[in-house]
């Protein structure tokens, strides 16, 4: 692994954690693209790292006042008692994916890989996320989320173990079909996003110690903390005006490509 191969994945993952267009498939395309070999588990495990000082980088602020709110108890008002109940349904929130992932990982990492079915998922989870953004933002305070869209948001972020389907993408995309502002959605997701990246970076943390001090690891989890942060700022500044179409658009042309590029290689000769 090269210092510039280690950039590009840490680039790729802090990117496409974030917006809506799965950083699994990416990781999985970019050496069958590239020709690279497998970076290996602990390679994996830097990506994730970077990721999550990313969004706790970005959020420190907000789960600030959530640990406030959720220490001081739900029995207050006002802000208070809403970011401590936040805090509770973002935990809640989790457990689906928390079991799934446990359960399933790394059979699902392998039945999926093909580039023909990660394609499909692209193109399916693009045509239902252009369907939920065409909902009317009927809440736009993250407070909003009830009880019953933390479930129904977390229990979508479970098929995210899928490649090609994406975190972010099935979160937005869920609360977006529950009439969830386009900037709510987005928030809620990258602070679901926080304890998903943290736990699944805690079970492998031996891979990357065992990994040793690879100068190219290094740039993988600082270039993907960067660019992970660069992505939550501007896609929340961008939503704030504009709708999730350009990603839609996206995922669909990638599919596209990965097909035509399937259907070449496996041509004779």
Excluded: C
Aim: charged share 15%.
């Amino acid at each position: 692994m090269t210092s510039a191969q280690g950039i590009a994945y840490g680039a790729v993952q802090g990117l496409s954690e974030f917006l809506p267009v799965s950083s699994s498939a990416h990781l999985t395309l970019l050496p069958w693209f590239a020709g690279w070999q497998d970076p290996g588990l602990g390679f994996d495990v830097a990506l994730h790292v970077g990721t999550l000082l990313a969004v706790l980088w970005y959020f420190w602020r907000d789960w600030w006042e959530l640990a406030q709110g959720a220490i001081a108890g739900l029995g207050g008002s006002g802000e208070g008692r809403e970011n401590g109940l936040l805090f509770w349904k973002i935990v809640v929130a989790s457990i689906p994916a928390a079991v799934v992932g446990v359960a399933l990982e790394h059979k699902a990492e392998e039945a999926f890989r093909a580039p023909v079915l990660i394609a499909a998922a692209l193109a399916a989870l693009g045509a239902l996320l252009y369907w939920g953004d065409r909902r009317p933002e009927s809440r736009v305070r993250l407070q909003s989320i009830d009880w019953t869209d933390a479930l129904w948001i977390g229990a979508a972020q479970a098929a995210a173990i899928v490649p090609g389907v994406s975190r972010s993408g099935v979160t937005i995309t869920a609360a977006r079909l529950r009439g969830i502002g386009r900037e709510a959605s987005a928030r809620f997701s990258f602070l679901l996003s926080t304890p998903v990246i943290a736990g699944a970076s805690l079970l492998k943390v031996r891979a990357l110690a065992a990994a040793g001090h690879d100068p190219a690891q290094l740039l993988a989890l600082v270039a993907s903390a960067f660019f992970g942060f660069l992505a939550i700022g501007g896609l929340i500044r961008y939503v704030r005006q504009r709708s999730y179409l350009p990603f839609v658009l996206y995922r669909f042309a990638l599919a596209a490509l990965v097909i035509v590029v399937a259907l070449a290689r496996a041509r004779p000769g």
